[in-house]
């Protein structure tokens, strides 16, 4: 079976999940989205009132500055990357989700990891790290740093939340995503080329 195969195999039965109690006040599971060859993937919190409208990840304010972003890394989001997050039912009110929902998704996070089998990964702020790395480990520590584990490379960097509430923080963000750039032309493709960051540029 293709990726894609495999990923419209597992979406039904993320979709008609009600292990935790998120769904109960939610409107949908929302799967995540992007290429299914993508060897890129970003992993968010959980959805917000927009994605748990539209049924799709980082559609809101948030989701409109990661396109953004992706796209000053000369990439799109339905052909180079995959979006994933932590949780797929929106915590009411946006609250953070607890370890507890968050362990509970688990599952069908790791099940979409390794179908898609990126060799990198964005995680998007403190839910995303403390979820797949360590429950420990701040951010603001962390961001910027190339954590190998499992056969993959894991950048924890901000989430585009968090730049909108402070955009200062988008300099050190870009630096971890050139980071990533160069990451990717070693590890997936040489001649990647990013508006704003030129092969030629390093
Ligand atoms: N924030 C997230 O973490 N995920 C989304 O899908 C949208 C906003």
Not at 30 to 38: C, L
Not at 39 to 66: K, S
Not at 83 to 91: A, D, E, T
């Amino acid at each position: 079976m293709t990726k894609a195969e495999r990923l419209d195999d597992l979406r039904p039965k993320v979709l008609a999940c009600r292990a935790c109690g998120l769904r109960d006040a939610a409107t949908q599971v929302v799967f995540g989205e992007g290429s299914p060859n993508a060897r890129l993937v970003f992993i968010g919190e959980g959805p917000g009132a927009d994605e748990d409208r539209l049924g799709r990840p980082f559609v809101g304010r948030a989701g409109q500055l990661l396109d953004r972003m992706i796209a000053a890394m000369g990439m799109t989001r339905f052909d180079d990357v995959y979006i994933l997050n932590v949780v797929k039912c929106r915590p009411p009110g946006n609250r953070t989700p607890t370890p507890e929902e968050w362990t509970t998704c688990r599952p069908h996070l790791e099940q979409q990891l390794d179908i898609l089998d990126p060799a990198i990964i964005v995680l998007l702020g403190s839910t995303a790290l403390k979820a797949l790395i360590d429950p420990t480990l701040r951010i603001t520590q962390m961001r910027g740093q190339w954590i190998e584990r499992g056969g993959r490379w894991w950048m924890p960097t901000y989430h585009p939340a968090a730049l909108l509430r402070n955009p200062s923080l988008k300099r050190e963000t870009w630096e971890d995503l050139k980071r990533v750039l160069d990451k990717y032309r070693e590890l997936v493709n040489p001649r990647h080329e990013s508006p704003h960051y030129p092969i030629i540029s390093h």
